[in-house]
């Protein structure tokens, strides 16, 4: 069964430390993988997106890294900000025809809640 | 710029009521989506659309009708809802159906079913 696992549920860090953040997944065929912010009352913004051949991506103070062998990717959050505050969802895209198409399934994680405290 | 934007944001149902969510793009987009997010859970696909003038189903699209009424907009209906359908109902859109394509997303509809 396809699935996208996230670690850990929760982590609450000092405002100026760094953080990372961990997903799991068992998606085949693998198509790509995204990282998406969620703000409290919010919906998903995009931060990054990895296809198989990309280990490493950045975005600003976020930088996503990849390793389709083990099947594990990571966001790393540099110089942590008050803003930075927010749920972390892994979303991991499967290679199959399903819903229509060549489009992916998109197979989502439960999210890391990151809580940045002054 | 608005990008994806859903209504209504909150409302509160009884067992049995209809209602429609509705759902606009500003992007030229033409793919879109309607999932759902419950606590504890990843999001969950309801249906989504392509293209203009289809609509498929998505991972749980029992008690959910959808319309493209055009390409820029995606509605979703709850026909005698129900309690399960408890939930926050996110619209979204891609430029197409490729993989790969960045998705937006909106801010959210939260619907409550007493």
Same mark, same amino acid.
């Given at each position: 069964?396809?699935?996208? %696992?996230?670690?850990?549920?929760?982590?609450?860090?000092? %405002?100026?430390?760094?953080?990372?953040?961990?997903?799991?997944?068992?998606?085949?065929?693998? &198509?790509?993988?995204?990282?998406?912010?969620?703000?409290?009352?919010?919906?998903?913004? /995009?931060?990054?997106?990895?296809?198989? &051949? %990309?280990?490493?991506?950045?975005?600003?103070?976020?930088?996503?890294?990849?390793?389709?062998?083990?099947?594990? /990717?990571?966001?790393?959050?540099?110089?942590?900000?008050? &803003?930075?505050?927010?749920?972390?969802?892994?979303?991991?895209?499967?290679?199959?025809?399903?819903?229509?198409?060549?489009?992916?399934?998109?197979?989502?994680?439960?999210?890391?809640?990151?809580?940045?405290?002054? | 710029?608005?990008?994806?934007?859903?209504?209504?944001?909150?409302?509160?149902?009884?067992?049995?009521?209809?209602?429609?969510?509705?759902?606009?793009?500003? *992007?030229?987009?033409?793919? *879109?989506?309607?999932?759902?997010?419950?606590?504890?859970?990843?999001?969950?696909?309801?249906?989504?659309? +392509?293209?203009?003038?289809?609509?498929?189903?998505?991972?749980?699209?029992?008690?959910?009708?959808?319309?493209?009424?055009?390409?820029?907009?995606?509605?979703?209906?709850?026909?005698? +809802?129900?309690?399960?359908?408890?939930?926050?109902?996110?619209? +979204?859109?891609?430029?197409?159906?490729?993989?790969?394509?960045?998705?937006?997303?909106?801010?959210?509809?939260?619907?409550?079913?007493?």
């Amino acid at each position: 069964k396809n699935q996208v %696992e996230q670690s850990p549920q929760s982590l609450i860090i000092l %405002e100026g430390k760094n953080c990372t953040l961990q997903c799991n997944y068992t998606v085949s065929p693998f &198509s790509n993988l995204r990282w998406y912010k969620q703000d409290t009352g919010r919906g998903p913004v /995009s931060l990054t997106i990895m296809t198989f &051949s %990309e280990n490493t991506k950045s975005n600003g103070r976020y930088t996503a890294t990849l390793d389709a062998d083990t099947k594990q /990717s990571s966001l790393h959050i540099t110089a942590s900000q008050l &803003s930075d505050s927010a749920s972390y969802i892994c979303v991991v895209s499967a290679r199959v025809r399903n819903y229509g198409g060549s489009q992916g399934n998109l197979i989502f994680g439960k999210g890391t809640k990151l809580s940045v405290k002054p | 710029n608005a990008g994806v934007t859903q209504t209504p944001k909150f409302q509160v149902l009884k067992t049995g009521q209809s209602m429609t969510l509705q759902c606009a793009q500003d *992007m030229n987009h033409n793919s *879109m989506y309607w999932y759902r997010q419950d606590p504890g859970m990843g999001l969950r696909l309801i249906y989504y659309s +392509a293209s203009e003038g289809t609509t498929d189903k998505g991972e749980v699209p029992n008690g959910y009708n959808v319309s493209r009424l055009n390409k820029r907009e995606f509605s979703l209906r709850l026909e005698s +809802a129900a309690p399960s359908q408890t939930s926050v109902y996110f619209c +979204a859109s891609a430029r197409d159906r490729m993989q790969g394509n960045t998705i937006y997303f909106g801010e959210g509809s939260w619907l409550t079913v007493v």
